[in-house]
């Protein structure tokens, strides 16, 4: 098999397919990133070179190189590699394709990979229809997915496949592949010779979010819309690579230490009151087209454990303006984001929601407490508060050797506090 490196001066014929298509590694010494699962002699790579794959679940981002590695494997395998999409195919052509895998096994002895991407789209009947043929053995099974394969995969899936999590491709390999580029053009028969200042470079990575495609692509376009200078050079500066992947210097790197500061820095300033700094840094994450799911997620965790019992109110309008956001979507989507921060940020304040730890920390620190008997199950000597003026009486139910123990540490603002000092009146009655 001809050998594609990096550093070689072959590459595969001018064609009509994206850059991206054509520069897809055939190889491991053309492939970059995931050193920690396919760096030599691990697991996985030794699995691949020697035939030897199970079955898999492959979950990342876009643009790391989950297809890539399914090109290897077919490179290195003498089963028949069937794929099929999970958005395309129906039941019944994944149905015809167990099928045949049956027939070639019976046949010619043969195995069959059946590679399904985007798995996590796949309706619960179909991700069902395949489990009798990996139990078996008819089909070797590989997934791949964007998604947490632990939420959007039928867990009966996800028992019987190794799941292996590509991560966002780094600094250093998105900058040999910047390189790769370059040298395709230059090997062209019109070859076209390239150069980029290190500030396009730096800008490209930032904001390709480790996506490897996204970058190629969007530096092919840099390339395609930019004129030879007079030196029959194509000089591709910081303006067209911003041009090239729409993005402008926004201090953000969906995938680095600062997207982990940015957001930190919004759901501070939601606890801290200041709807300003949260706008602020709300605008920041959407410039830099953070997921609007990413977003959603940490608001509504911020309204429990920030805002908590102080308003109870504040999880249900942030569930509601995720809901809204996914009817409508961007533009007009902004508006939800907004609202949600905003009344997350001006709404009073309490943490009492992590009182389940202390909780927590007892249940692990001591031995396990038995229900009171009046607190068991078809118990006769219960007292049912409902029988009780106001629906309540003085009853412990605690177990014994934890009685008059205080877990939840109310705070002193919003609904909270009113709640609390009708308990606090109750008890002392």
Same mark, same amino acid.
């Given at each position: ?213 996204? #970058?190629?692509? !969007? ?7 930019? $004129?030879? %200078?007079?030196? =029959?050079? &194509? @000089? ?56 609007p799911n990413f977003i959603f ?30 009817r409508v979507g961007f533009p007009?989507?902004?508006?939800? #984001?907004?609202? !949600? ?7 009073? $304040?309490? %943490?009492?929601? =992590?009182? &389940? @730890?202390?909780?927590?920390d007892v249940i692990k620190s ?64």
């Amino acid at each position: 098999m001809e050998q594609n490196n990096l550093f070689s001066n072959t590459f595969p014929a001018e064609s009509n397919a994206p850059l991206a298509e054509k520069l897809r590694p055939k190889n491991f010494d053309d492939f970059y990133g995931q050193e920690s699962l396919l760096g030599n002699n691990s697991l996985l790579r030794n699995a691949i070179l020697n035939d030897k794959v199970g079955n898999i679940i492959f979950s990342g981002p876009p643009g790391v190189g989950k297809t890539t590695l399914i090109e290897i494997i077919s490179s290195n395998t003498r089963s028949s590699l069937i794929k099929i999409n999970a958005v395309l195919s129906s039941i019944k052509e994944l149905r015809n394709e167990i099928q045949n895998a049956k027939e070639r096994l019976n046949s010619a002895n043969r195995k069959t990979i059946l590679f399904i991407d985007e798995v996590h789209r796949f309706t619960a009947v179909q991700q069902d229809a395949l489990l009798p043929s990996i139990e078996n053995g008819t089909i070797t099974f590989i997934g791949a997915t964007t998604e947490n394969p632990f939420f959007a995969v039928n867990k009966a899936l996800i028992s019987r496949a190794r799941i292996f999590s590509l991560l966002p491709l780094s600094k250093y390999d998105l900058k040999k592949i910047i390189e790769k580029v370059i040298k395709y053009y230059s090997s062209l028969k019109e070859s076209k010779t390239i150069e980029i200042t290190e500030e396009a470079i730096n800008h490209l990575i930032k904001f390709s979010g480790g996506d490897a495609r996204n #970058l190629i692509n !969007a530096l092919e376009f840099g390339i395609s819309i930019t $004129k030879e %200078n007079k030196h =029959k050079i &194509i @000089f591709i500066d910081l303006v067209i690579a911003e041009d090239a992947i729409q993005k402008k210097n926004i201090l953000y790197d969906k995938n680095g230490q600062n997207h982990f500061d940015v957001i930190s820095a919004f759901i501070k300033s939601i606890r801290g009151s200041d709807p300003d700094a949260a706008l602020y840094w709300l605008a920041n994450m959407v410039e830099a087209g953070e997921d609007p799911n990413f977003i959603f997620r940490r608001l509504l965790i911020s309204a429990s454990e920030d805002i908590g019992l102080a308003d109870p109110n504040a999880i249900v309008v942030v569930q509601s303006c995720c809901d809204a956001f996914d009817r409508v979507g961007f533009p007009e989507g902004l508006f939800f #984001l907004s609202q !949600a921060s905003l009344y997350l940020a001006i709404s009073p $304040k309490s %943490n009492s929601t =992590k009182s &389940i @730890f202390k909780a927590v920390d007892v249940i692990k620190s001591k031995n396990i407490s038995l229900v009171p008997n009046h607190l068991k199950n078809n118990a006769t000597n219960y007292l049912n508060p409902h029988n009780y003026q106001g629906n309540w009486l003085k009853q412990e139910y605690l177990p014994i050797d934890l009685k008059g123990m205080k877990f939840w540490k109310p705070k002193d603002s919003g609904w909270e506090k009113n709640k609390n000092e009708d308990l606090r009146k109750r008890r002392k009655s």
